[in-house]
T-cell receptor, first 113, second 112 residues
Framework: DQQVKQNSPSLSVQEGRISILNCDYT??????FLWYKKYPAEGPTFLIS?????DKNEDGRFTVFLNKSAKHLSLHIVPSQPGDSAVYFC????????????FGEGTQLTVNP | DTGVSQNPRHKITKRGQNVTFRCDPI?????LYWYRQTLGQGPEFLTYFQNEAQLEKSRLLSDRFSAERPKGSFSTLEIQRTEQGDSAMYLC??????????FGEGSRLTVL
């Protein structure tokens, strides 16, 4: 069963505009959520995280929003830059101590100059 | 470079052969994870170690797969009698007790 789902396989935006990547989850035990970015032939790189006690976390151009009642989170990138073009994975874990991360399928973001 | 290191980066083998991958985590990280990623999918959890103890194994980890972390530092993932379905990117990650995982660049396996 796919506990973390990213329904959009791809997203294309213009440089300078906002990119919004979405993620849904089904496991109500998840309490820690992360976004990773992956370039071809490299491992995933951590981007930003949010605990379930918060509904928003911001780091520079990246903001993650969590809607626990809807079991939905989103990543906003503003302004988008061509270097942001990569595959973005949403991940979640239940409990913060040693728990595995469950990943979504990923969304390919392309930022056009 | 103090990141997670994986070797080899790419392995091509014939069906039925055994392969072994090595992962050197970030030195102060006591938790080490193995994931597998196939095209168009996100990383799938295989197994995880806390120090030298293997604490969790996914049902994806068939009896042809074995992982070790003998001294709580580096880890190896061995696949015996490889099958074409084993072709994937094998990712290693490490972290402290909490927080984000730090991934290596992966070891790509191609089984002919």
């Amino acid at each position: 069963d796919q506990q973390v789902k990213q329904n959009s396989p791809s997203l294309s935006v213009q440089e300078g505009r906002i990119s919004i990547l979405n993620c849904d989850y089904t496991n109500s035990m998840f309490d820690y959520f992360l976004w990773y970015k992956k370039y071809p032939a490299e491992g995933p790189t951590f981007l930003i995280s949010i605990s379930s006690i918060k509904d928003k976390n911001e780091d520079g151009r990246f903001t993650v929003f969590l809607n626990k009642s809807a079991k939905h989170l989103s990543l906003h990138i503003v302004p988008s830059q061509p270097g942001d073009s990569a595959v973005y994975f949403c991940a979640a874990s239940a409990g913060t101590s040693g728990s595995r991360l469950t990943f979504g399928e990923g969304t390919q973001l392309t930022v056009n100059p | 470079d103090t990141g997670v290191s994986q070797n080899p980066r790419h392995k091509i083998t014939k069906r039925g052969q055994n392969v072994t991958f090595r992962c050197d985590p970030i030195s102060e990280h006591n938790r080490l994870y193995w994931y597998r990623q196939t095209l168009g999918q996100g990383p799938e959890f295989l197994t995880y170690f806390q120090n030298e103890a293997q604490l969790e194994k996914s049902r994806l980890l068939s009896d042809r797969f074995s992982a070790e972390r003998p001294k709580g530092s580096f880890s190896t993932l061995e696949i015996q009698r490889t099958e074409q379905g084993d072709s994937a990117m094998y990712l290693c990650a490490s972290r402290r007790d909490t927080g984000e995982l730090f991934f290596g660049e992966g070891s790509r396996l191609t089984v002919l």
